[in-house]
């Protein structure tokens, strides 16, 4: 649920970007490039601030159970599987996007299955307080929209003036724009102790973001999008995966692991703008 709701402003943006063919690029650019912010520099943030938090204690566990595991591996795996494959296709359509949206609704959908055979009773507080979020959540919608109706035309006009590529704004001034959202849940569970929720936000808006805001992209979208054009990302994003899949499977997790995620983020900046000049 957080993560969709942190995904709410990738699917803006990318909905307002191919309303300009030309944009293509900044919404192909802004879903990899959120998803290497979101690893590397958000959960790497993360894991500094848990250190911090207990410095008699540079090491500390994941205390996750066997099906949350098996959830983020199984969310990791596919966030990391279909941009390779579409790489080794060559081209994206609206075919292929329609094959993503169908991934995230099969899958959304047998976690909505698991989590309601186990539903219980006593609900009957959250129910009273329904209306008010949902007011929140559709006023937040609104603000989200908006804002990235601004975001995409500024970082247009940014790619033009500066003679950037349009896929480098969006994957990393526009994709650390829309990740924003994310930052602050991730840091706000972690100030709280629940590193699970931020680590689960992260890796699950990575999934959206591969399955449904890409698949929504490319249905949208007219043109047949050249996925070797961004092939520095597909495989930047594949290395950051693997990096937190090695975590994962560590036992335990210290600074060394979040230092290690900030400095692959500013090298995968430098390489990004490194081949242009102003």
Known sequence: ???????????????????NPEN?????????????????????????????KSPRYPKFMLTLAKEEMGSLNIGLFLASIIPLSLLYIGTASRFIGIILVGIFVFYMGQIATKKLNREEGGLSIQRKRLRRHILLALTSAIVVVVVAFFVVESSSFIATSVGVPPVVIGATVVAFGTSLPAFFASISSVRKGHLNMALGNIIGECFINTTLIL????IASSLVVNIAA?????????????????????????????????????????VSFGGYRS
């Open 215 to 218: 698949g929504v992209a490319l």
């Open 24 to 52: 293509i690029g900044v919404a192909v650019g802004n879903v990899l490039g959120s998803n290497i912010v979101n690893i590397a520099l958000i959960l790497g943030a993360c894991i500094l601030l848990v250190v911090l």
């Open 1 to 19: 649920m957080v993560g969709f709701s942190t995904s709410l402003a990738n699917l803006s943006v990318s909905l307002y970007a191919i309303i």
């Open 230 to 270: 961004f092939s520095n990302l597909v495989l930047f994003s594949l290395i950051t995966n693997l990096f937190l899949w090695f975590f994962l499977s560590s036992e335990r997790i210290s600074w060394r692991e979040g230092a290690l995620l900030l400095f692959l983020y500013a090298v995968f900046l430098v």
